[in-house]
């Protein structure tokens, strides 16, 4: 925590000094950093406590949500990853059902005897043990499935089984953990004391800074400086409560909201399943659900209840050295014969003012008429006057938008009184810049008067120069950088694997065959030309006519002497 202040510190009183190199904004940052009994440096502590703890309402119930899913994956893996084949690993695998199904509701604590037997029971009646044969050959994310079902089911039994067994309304903070129940009962109340406290603090200050200004009486050894940042201190105190009330009157209206709903949710499920002796589960089963969920989300709104009023609380422990400067006694007798004016009385006694309208052809001003709501525009300096902030001293007071909303450059700014706003408006970027200067000397106003959401050029009324000019640039689909060495191998066994190749290499011989069991295999490649269709022309066949050749052999029959003569009678080709 220590060195997040510093760093917090130093941002901010080193937001301008560090363009510069002042020395004097190095020695602001150690004088305020080692500072014993220093209202500016809790207001500090205070705006860098709140920086980091405070978020939206949607992030913080997002929070919410992720830590109790932490708390539920463990038993969650457990179950799902859990393999059981004796009975006793049966027994042992429900109850850690029950557990997972108490930690999700968070309607008692696994180690509460009468809760285990409640949640045992409703369990009982939808899902009984034998059922578990089933549940352990489904995969993981079906088991999961299954348990939420069963967590909002059981959930839903269990509150109809509380409010049947009452005739009057249910309390719901009987159902919660002690820590939900107690931020269920005391709502808004913590809050609005302390926020009673530091608008009284702020009111009284302001009161003695009017009373002084110029310098105090030596006789009550007070010093203007620590007054004003105690001045500083409540009022980012006031700042932050008001901010803390209003998410959590939000929070109550929509627990008051949510309440009535489960009411008439339990109302809906006794009108359907006490008259009737079966009900179909396809019927009652939904409503189960939707009353988990209405409960579920109440659980939410109290635990976002709880985390407004623990940070209230620690905003407390920022403001212990404006405290021993002025204990309650010595600053009441400061206060003798001193009107102490609270912040609506300050605005009904200027309720009359209102700027003229020949200052507002000169500027733009936003009228009560001209505006539907005033309260709610974006001013400067988180509704302050600036001009008062400037001309007397550091002096804090806030704005009257009903005098008139100055526009100039886009932003609004209010005024404490008609003459500080013609006055402001008549050189605006003057008192812009030296807004911006005291605050440097200041640092806690950076925070307080929102001046980090401001560049500090525009703070301090300058413009800057900028060229512009149409260009168009393109860029690789995959650019790869040139300096990648595609060679270097971070891996000592790799190297060492490649040196042995290579060794390897040196007693062998190269062949023109290859394996897959080769070192350094290489893709081979051959290009061959496909066979192509030809043809060619022949002479035509010819014939000629050729005599038929034939021969007669004489004597073979009826020839007594046996002699057999050979006749040619082939005929002659020229014939």
Known sequence: MAESVVRFIVRDLLREGVARGGLSDFKLCMETLTATCSPSLDTMKMQLY????????????????????????????????????TKDQFDALYRKIINFILLGS??????????????????QSIFPSTDLGAFMVLVKREKEQQLSELTMTVTGI??????????????????????LSEALSVTNEAIENELNVAQSLAWKYTALLEKWHGSPPEEYHVSL???????YNVRQHEHFLQVLLADSRLCAKRIEILQRDISSQIYLLKTSVQPKTAVPT??????????????????????????????????????????????????????????VKTDKERMNERSGERVDAAQRKQHE????????????????????????????????????????????????YVFHSEEAGLKFACSPDYFIALVAEKAKSSPELIQLLKLHQTPFHEQEGKTLLVSKSESCTQTEVHPVAT??????????????????KLADLQTTATKSTQTYLSHMRRENATQTWLPKEVACQSKRDGETGVPKPQVFLAGLRGCGGG?????????????
Not at 106 to 123: F, I, N, R, W
Request: aromatic share 10%; with cysteine.
């Open 50 to 85: 709140f920086d980091m703890n405070y978020t939206s309402r949607g992030e913080f119930l997002k929070e919410i949500n992720w830590m109790l899913e932490c708390r539920l994956n463990q038993v969650s893996r457990e179950i799902t990853d859990c393999k059981v084949k």
């Open 106 to 123: 968070g309607m008692g604590s696994p180690s509460d005897v009468s809760s285990v037997q409640e949640a045992t029971a409703a369990l």
């Open 158 to 179: 269990r509150l109809f089984n509380k409010a049947s067994k009452k005739e009057q309304e249910i309390n719901f903070s009987e159902l919660m953990p002690v820590v």
């Open 225 to 231: 400086a620590q007054l004003t940042q105690a001045l």
């Open 282 to 339: 396809s019927k009652v089963f939904p409503l189960f659900k939707a009353l988990s969920k209405l409960w579920s989300e109440l659980q939410d709104e109290a635990e976002l209840l709880n985390i407004f009023n623990n940070i209230a609380f620690r905003l407390q422990f920022c403001l212990t050295s404006q405290a021993k400067i002025f204990p309650k006694v010595p600053l009441d007798s400061l206060l003798e014969g001193v009107e």
């Open 365 to 412: 001003w936003l009228q009560p008429g001209t505006a539907d709501s005033l309260s709610e525009l974006p001013l400067q300096y988180n509704g302050f006057c600036g001009y008062t902030l400037v001309n007397k001293d550091g002096l804090i007071l806030p704005g009257n938008p009903y005098i008139g909303v100055l526009k100039h450059k886009g932003k609004m």
């Open 483 to 500: 300096d990648i060495l595609k060679s270097y191998e971070w891996n000592e066994w790799e190297l060492r694997r490649s040196a042995i």
């Open 563 to 575: 002699r057999v003569e050979k006749v040619n009678l082939t005929r002659s080709i020229h014939e």
